[in-house]
């Protein structure tokens, strides 16, 4: 049974280049969550979907970051323009309902 | 505004005694808490969760307790095993009439269990 699934595990890129994080979540789960991990912060929720819709974004830290989730298996987390404070690890997770959430591995994210 | 606070950095443990983690919020509202484990390059894994209405829930070495008018709850783990070594995250959800929810998660706990 395949779990969440993120993509890239690690991407290095430069100031003001656009970044796309992937993610492909568990198959008849209806939730999908982006989070980011940082030392100061814990792990912040950034946005969710429900049923591929968009409840609540209020954690996206600015216009540069954006989220999308065209069907039930698929969603990306763009930022565009990057900088470097935009370096974490940026976690999807998914989940049938309300409670328990599955989290995949986590993309490493280093703007330079 | 750190609704879900854990204070506690990092805690070392002997292998064979009780690890205790803590957690404390500001919100009433929560209706759910969960524990998350993490290793290290891995996503974090459910672990265990107890309901606002309950005050304890064990899941084999672990259990949870809740204090609803300290608003704090806390981990138990016993005895501790060396595999237990991972950072732990305390998490709160609250349930809106809309049917939809909201979690926000502490900063982690990184717990060492010494062999």
């Known amino acids: 049974d395949a779990g969440v699934i993120q993509s890239p595990r690690h991407e290095v890129t430069e100031m003001g280049q656009e970044v796309t994080l992937r993610c492909k979540p568990i198959?008849?789960?209806?939730?999908l969550f982006w989070y980011r991990q940082t030392m100061m912060r814990g792990l912040e929720l950034l946005i969710y979907?429900?049923?591929?819709?968009?409840?609540?974004d209020s954690g996206m830290p600015e216009d540069r970051f954006s989220a999308k989730m065209p069907n039930a298996s698929f969603s990306t987390l763009k930022i565009q323009p990057s900088e470097p404070r935009d370096s974490a690890v940026y976690f999807c997770?998914?989940?049938?309902?309300?409670?328990?959430?599955?989290f995949g591995d986590g993309t490493r994210l280093s703007i330079l | 505004d750190q609704q879900v606070k854990q204070n506690s950095p990092s805690l070392s443990v002997q292998e064979g005694r009780i690890s205790i983690l803590n957690c404390d919020y500001t919100?009433?509202?929560?209706?759910?808490f969960l524990w998350y484990k993490k290793y290290p390059a891995e996503g974090p894994t459910f672990l265990i969760s107890?309901?606002?209405?309950?005050d304890k829930n064990e899941d084999g070495r672990f259990t949870v307790f809740l204090n609803k008018s300290a608003k704090h709850l806390s981990l138990h783990i016993v005895p501790s095993q060396p595999g237990d070594s991972a950072v732990y995250f305390c998490?709160?959800?609250?349930?809106?009439?809309?049917?939809?929810?909201?979690?926000?998660f502490g900063t982690g706990t990184r717990l060492k269990v010494l062999a």
């Open positions: 107890i309901s606002s209405i309950k």
């Open positions: 998490a709160a959800m609250r349930r809106f009439t809309s049917g939809t929810y909201k979690y926000i």
């Open positions: 919100n009433s509202m929560f209706d759910y």
């Open positions: 198959s008849g789960h209806n939730s």
């Open positions: 979907f429900n049923n591929n819709v968009p409840i609540d």
């Open positions: 997770a998914s989940s049938p309902g309300a409670e328990r959430q599955h």
